[in-house]
């Protein structure tokens, strides 16, 4: 069976070897050797071809630079590994400046990063521009930083159209140990002395996780931690005891990608019309995949748009307090987003942060359909939806979970099922921030009465802002009411019952 390849790409018949740049497995560092064949190809419109072997890097990999953006195809055969060693933590192992209407490919290659106890890297393909950029067949491993990261730089100012398939990313089991603090540790210490000497081995800085908490690590001087970063990677800090289990912290997101910096006439950065097709991401330590916007000033033009993950791919976690997925729009938006037959799951049981986490400012369609969702871990958000309502439509179905997951659509058919706690009598929930324009039905029943669960004791019909009870079978034990314009749901049963609540909007005026 072919595989779809969306895009062409017209090249000589032969391609360069890196070898015939002298590349070399055997060589301590080969990063001039593959720029010059990368450099080769580009002036003669023939594709780069790397050969079976592990090719040590210490510098970038530049497929196309800030200044001269070029299109490149980079083809590895099978064997061919880029085993990435940079000198300190600033240097990628792989930068794509793609050129305008030109396409990039990358195909068939693996890069590894802090292999064998080395400690130093940052992102192991970084993209800056393009259009049309595509990767196939990719696989990256234990990235210091993010392993797939996409920013649109100061003089690149846009990714379009970009393609991922096949893209696998693997993060370093994460080592745990039972670690002893001379006196424990508070919420406010930058320096700590570590009684029985647990990763000071490693190569700063590095990230720890203790309890809910991560920790860089700036210096490190025998068995003394100092300039430690307290609440790292958007956790809070904490005091802890003697005794901890310590867990190193490998890495950040699987795939990363972002807008941000100070919008200029010259600077317009977006990201627009991305694809992940049967990709994986496994033991993510803090997100699977990360859209974050954070560009201040500018139009609604500098956004991320368009995104469908799709075609099995999983997005995978292990222990930690982040959500696996997390679009994060601060002033400008994020927009278009769609998961569609995607696996999202903890694979630990430890991992306390929601499925899917969205905050900020949304616009477009948000949609999750035939999805499952896993998490077994201790925190409230796990396996769930958190903030789906912040885009004006959303679509959320065929969700299977193994903790609660909203159901709920901005156009016809598609209920929202809300499982409250135990309303004692007089106990209150607000449910739903009415809108005007939209229509909904909703449903009430006492999961208390009967085996079936199948007497609803009460039924409203809401316009606008307006509620209409038209049905009530238990006469005043349950209401529904608009409350500051809230749904709200009140159970004024003279004993404890556990409601459940549907609401399926009809219609709204998607104009208003």
């Not at 530049?62 to 880029?82: D, K, R, S």
């Not at 019309?273 to 049967?278: A, K, Y």
Request: charged share 15%; aromatic share 8%.
């Amino acid at each position: 069976m072919s595989r779809y390849r969306p895009f062409a790409y017209p090249v000589k018949a032969f391609g360069v070897n890196i070898k015939e740049f002298q590349a070399n497995p055997n060589l301590a560092d080969n990063t001039n050797q593959i720029n010059a064949a990368i450099l080769e190809a580009i002036s003669s419109g023939r594709k780069v071809i790397g050969p079976p072997g592990v090719y040590t890097t210490t510098g970038t990999i530049n497929l196309g630079t800030a200044a001269t953006p070029a299109a490149v195809w980079f083809e590895g055969t099978p064997g061919f590994v880029i085993d990435h060693r940079p000198p300190n933590d600033t240097t990628d192992a792989v930068v794509v400046a793609g050129l305008d209407a030109g396409r990039t490919i990358v195909n068939g290659v693996h890069i590894k990063g802090m292999q064998g106890g080395y400690g130093y890297g940052r992102d192991l393909i970084r993209v800056s521009k393009g259009d049309y950029p595509c990767f196939y067949d990719v696989s990256l491993t234990n990235p210091k930083r993010d392993a797939f990261h996409v920013r649109p730089t100061a003089s690149n100012q846009w990714v379009e159209n970009m393609w991922l398939e096949h893209v696998k990313v693997q993060f370093a089991s994460k080592t745990s140990t039972t670690i002893n603090f001379a006196g424990g540790i508070s919420s406010s210490d930058t320096s700590v002395t570590v009684a029985n000497g647990a990763f000071t081995t490693a190569v700063a800085p590095f990230n720890i996780l203790i309890e809910n908490e991560v920790i860089t690590v700036g210096v490190v001087a025998g068995n003394v931690f100092s300039s430690l970063t307290r609440g790292a990677e958007g956790t809070t800090a904490a005091a802890h005891a003697d005794g901890v289990t310590v867990a190193s912290f490998i890495g950040r997101d699987g795939f990363h990608f972002e807008v941000q910096g100070a919008w200029t006439s010259s600077y317009k950065p977006f990201i627009n019309q991305v694809t992940l097709n049967n990709c994986e991401t496994r033991s993510s330590t803090r997100h699977a995949l990360m859209l974050l916007n954070t560009i201040t000033g500018g139009t609604n033009a500098n956004k991320l748009s368009c995104f469908t993950i799709t075609g099995d791919t999983e997005l995978a976690g292990e222990k930690g307090p982040h959500a696996l997925v997390r679009l994060q729009a601060d002033t400008q938006p994020i927009e278009n987003i769609s998961f569609d037959g995607c696996a999202i799951e903890n694979t630990n049981a430890e991992r306390t942060g929601a499925g899917i986490e969205v905050t900020g400012n949304c616009s477009g369609m948000f949609r999750v359909e035939n999805t499952v969702i896993f998490g077994t871990g201790a925190g409230t958000g796990v396996a769930s939806i958190l903030g789906h309502d912040n885009f004006p439509h959303y679509y959320v179905r065929n969700i299977n979970g193994s903790a609660y997951a909203p159901l709920y659509s901005s156009h016809t058919g598609i209920s929202k099922k809300v499982r409250t706690a135990a309303l004692a009598q007089n106990a209150t929930e607000d449910v739903h921030t009415l809108i005007d324009g939209e229509w909904l039905e909703v449903l009430v029943t006492d999961q208390n009465n009967g085996s079936n669960n199948k007497t609803w004791f009460a039924r409203a019909t809401v316009i606008g802002r307006q509620v209409m009870v038209s049905a009530s079978n238990f006469n005043l034990n349950v209401t529904i009411t608009e409350v500051s314009g809230q749904l709200r749901i009140t159970n004024t049963h003279a004993t404890t019952k556990a409601l459940e609540v549907f609401i399926m909007r009809v219609h709204k005026d998607t104009g208003a």
